[in-house]
């Protein structure tokens, strides 16, 4: 096992910058994803790991020891891309170990490596197809095993689910965290879908333009995101922003919140859609649509012309056009600096 340090990295090309020095650690045996939307420097973060790009600035550690301008083969890391970059002229059992070939392993050591790999991934049977002859879910065991056989202490994986129909990613979801806690190897995983950044990782380091908007446990960042955009990136459907000034109260509903003492303007009331409920007392709120899903049902509303979703439980009555009343515990609330994003307290 190792730990990962990246302290202070930046990364440009010319007047274009797509870090502005990041710094974070992944601790060894932990699977710590990178998140974030596109353009935000995930992928970039993890090719500087690995050595494919060099950084601008900065520096990166892998267990203790400074790798920054180590070329690939001498970090100790292997990598699973998001095309699984199979080569679709050998075999599961050659593409498994052209890397082991070429960095001339042994060969009784090579048939030991594949052997442990291939029965850790139900890949016995399949050894003798090509990539062709493989479906989705197993192309990503072949690059799985690929990297197993490395037998490196850190795996970095580039939005490997990516290409695969939900019910796979699902099950591969799965997979590889147990995967990754079986052989104790420390993982960077990015992906821009929260929902495996929260349901796989020990560690969520979400990125924005470049920067580290917040990095925590996945408990932390749906509790309590330190930013606006924490709160609408994290969680399915995202926190309800209102501007505090915009919110019509004529139950005077607010009163039993503790509103922060700042001009109304400057401030925003953050609340969960699961959080929010239909009671006889709340904010008045008109209802826009409703979007049946089976186990719950998903309310959008406006309050004041501001948007807000109601997580209501299974089939609800109303209807579009309804004015209904929101309310919540007030522990649910979270309030931001409306100039900054910052959370409040």
């Known amino acids: ?20 020095g990041i710094t974070f650690t992944a601790e060894a045996g932990t699977l710590v994803a990178l998140l974030g939307p596109s353009g935000c420097g995930k992928s970039t973060t993890l090719r500087l790991i690995a050595g494919l790009d060099t950084a601008t600035d900065g520096k990166i550690l892998i267990n203790g020891k400074d790798v920054t301008d180590l ?37 009784a050591e090579q048939q030991a490596r594949l052997k442990r790999a291939a029965e850790i991934l139900g890949l016995e049977k399949l050894l003798d197809r090509k990539p062709s002859q493989l479906s989705g879910g197993q192309q990503q065991r072949v690059a799985l095993g690929r990297a197993i056989v490395a037998e490196t202490p850190v795996c970095l994986m580039d939005e ?16 590889i965290r147990a995967l990754q806690q079986r052989l104790g190897i420390t993982m960077l995983y990015v992906t821009h879908d929260q929902v495996e950044a929260m349901t796989m990782a020990d560690q969520v380091v979400l990125m924005n333009a470049g920067h580290i908007e917040q990095d925590g446990t996945p408990e932390m960042l749906y509790e309590r995101p330190a930013t606006i ?27 039993r919140l503790t509103v922060p003492d700042r001009d109304r303007s400057t401030i925003a009331l953050g609340v969960r859609p699961e959080s929010l409920r239909i009671e006889d007392q709340g904010l008045p709120a008109t209802v826009q649509s409703v979007e049946y899903l089976g186990a719950d049902s998903l309310i959008e509303t406006t309050v004041n012309g501001e948007r807000a979703v109601v997580r209501a439980s299974g089939n609800t009555r109303v209807r579009p056009g309804d ?17 900054s994003g910052f959370r409040i307290g």
């Not at 096992?1 to 502005?20: D, N, P, R, Y």
């Not at 080569?87 to 960095?103: A, C, D, S, Y």
């Open 1 to 20: 096992m190792a730990t990962v340090e990246v302290i202070g990295v930046k990364k440009s090309w010319g007047s274009s910058v797509a870090l502005e």
């Open 71 to 107: 070329p690939p083969a001498k970090r100790g890391v292997s990598m699973v891309f998001q095309s699984y970059a199979l080569f679709p002229h050998l075999t599961v059992k050659e593409n498994i170990l052209f890397g082991l070939k070429v960095r001339k392993v042994p060969a």
């Open 160 to 175: 490997p689910l990516s290409n695969l129909d939900a019910k796979l990613r699902n099950e591969m979801r799965r997979e």
């Open 229 to 255: 955009f924490t709160a609408q990136f994290i969680g399915t459907p995202p926190m309800n922003i209102l501007k505090f000034a915009r919110i019509e109260d004529p139950d005077g509903w607010l009163a």
């Open 323 to 339: 004015v209904i009343r929101l309310a919540w515990d007030s522990g649910a609330t979270h309030w931001f600096d409306l100039s």
